[in-house]
């Protein structure tokens, strides 16, 4: 696996804020800016059903299905939303690990 910290290009700052924009009939964007300089350092577009809530949980998976359009029974929405849960959190576990073995963490 590869990792990497997210750096502003122009001052090196790691203090990053993500600003997430909607606009109806567009997929999600978030907007990357960094907290020192307020410049921007990147743009991300989210795929449909991507944008995951982390500690929202039913809430949040709803609200992403709602926007994609995706259509499920109650149960495959709770099984999804199991399996994103756990996913999500053992990735994150994975990426934390590679970035502590890479050194590069603050």
Do not use: W
């Amino acid at each position: 696996m590869e990792v990497h910290r997210q750096t502003c290009q122009l001052c090196g700052s790691h203090e990053l804020r993500n600003i997430l924009a909607r606009e109806p009939g567009e997929p999600d964007k978030v907007f990357v800016q960094c907290h020192q300089c307020h410049e921007l350092v990147a743009r991300y577009v989210i795929s449909p059903g991507g944008y995951f809530h982390a500690h929202k949980g039913f809430e949040s998976f709803l609200r992403g299905l709602h926007r994609s359009g995706e259509s499920m029974s109650g149960r495959e929405m709770d099984q999804g939303l199991k399996g994103i849960e756990d996913k999500v959190e053992q990735h994150f576990e994975q990426v934390k690990a590679q970035l502590i073995k890479e050194d590069k963490l603050d």
